[in-house]
């Protein structure tokens, strides 16, 4: 789904309830997609510790086209983390580089562009 046009808004789901049924399965820990110049990720990990696990979604974006030293750079500075293993409070809370909230832009259609 990368390169092709989108259709429907929630990245191409259709729907908020499609969106978060889609980014809550297992199978899908790391997801990517570019909107406006930068490269955004949503990763899934464990940001506990061995006696205290627990799970978060860790958010961050980079400049697309720079070299990797800059791009680990601006993913530290850059990231944020939000407990848990729902997607829901990312596309409540998140907002982009532009000050709009993510979940604004996944109504749109064709706002972003799946990695």
Known sequence: M???????????????EAF?????????????FEYQGKEYWIVHEDIGTRRHPKFGIRVYYTDIGVPWAIK???SE???????GDDIRPVIE???M???RPFKDILK???SFRWL
């Open 20 to 32: 978060v049924a889609d980014m809550n399965e297992c199978g899908n820990w790391d997801s990517g």
């Open 97 to 99: 580089h532009d000050g």
């Open 77 to 83: 500075e850059t990231s944020q983390v939000f407990e």
């Open 2 to 16: 990368a390169n092709e046009k989108m259709h429907k808004p929630y990245g191409d789901l259709g729907t908020y």
């Open 93 to 95: 809370n998140y907002v």
């Open 72 to 74: 680990n750079r601006q």
């Open 108 to 110: 749109e259609v064709g």
